[in-house]
């Protein structure tokens, strides 16, 4: 089901999800956005998938951020709606029920780092570049890249990337916690397939809890989210994968679990 815009594979359980406009730096335009959301609603509901990695096409980008050509003539009600349609995109994937990685090949710049925030991990190329240069145009980002990097590294961090624009290394990002391994460009498909093949193994109703735990607590008092994790913990009880990966330990063998 791939289109011009989107590059879709599944294998062993992982669906790969390939921004492809390269000659643009996979800049995401509303028809970019409109992929997106089908294909991570696909995701969601196909069993076959257990793991989504998202990343962009071509040697230098992940995605150099919203279309600014496609900005340019827009009115403010057009702008609204383009910043809803990216943010409604952005939210399917932060609650999408399976762990979806974002692996930074290049540029990840405005949208594109909003892009990579909402996802669950972030892998990036020791070559890449991450930030919000929205300032730059006489723009705020749009996709929620305020909210998300707030709340992932902090108001100082959040503050200095987005008033100056100014671009950091992938190292940069990660002593900010904004990603969360970096590894040489040569080797980022296969660590970050590495990481995507251990996920696609483990229980996905204990990765749909955990995902669920973080969710709700990031959004919510203390008290709440305890409550939260411990409905959570005693629903795994009632999966037969909870039973097997117990069973396994104490048999010393591997366990084989099916999602149920
Ligand atoms: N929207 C639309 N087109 C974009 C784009 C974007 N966000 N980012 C890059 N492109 C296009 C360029 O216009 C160019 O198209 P062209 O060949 O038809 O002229 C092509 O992608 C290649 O980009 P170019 O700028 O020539 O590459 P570069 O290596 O010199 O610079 C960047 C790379 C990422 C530094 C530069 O492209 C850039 O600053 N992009 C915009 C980043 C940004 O502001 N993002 C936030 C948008 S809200």
Known sequence: MSTSLLQIDTDAGIRTLRINRPDKLN?????????????????ETDAAVRVVVLTGAGPKAFVAGA??????????VEGRDFSLRGTRMMRRVEKLSKPVIAMVNGFALGGGLELAMCCHLRVAADSAKVGQPE???????GFGGSQRLLRLCGRAATLELCLTGAPITAERALQLGIVNRVVPAAELEAETMKLAAQLANAAPLALRGMLDCVNVG????????????????????ATEDMREGTAAFLEKRKPAFTGK
């Open 27 to 43: 800049a995401l335009n509303a028809a970019t956005l409109d992929a997106l959301d089908a294909a991570f609603a696909d995701a």
């Open 67 to 76: 279309d600014i050509a496609e900005m340019n003539a827009l009115t403010p």
């Open 218 to 237: 990031g959004e919510c008092g203390i008290e709440e989210g305890l409550e939260y994790e411990s409905a959570q913990f005693g629903l795994m009880f």
């Open 135 to 141: 300032i730059n145009l006489g723009l705020i980002p």
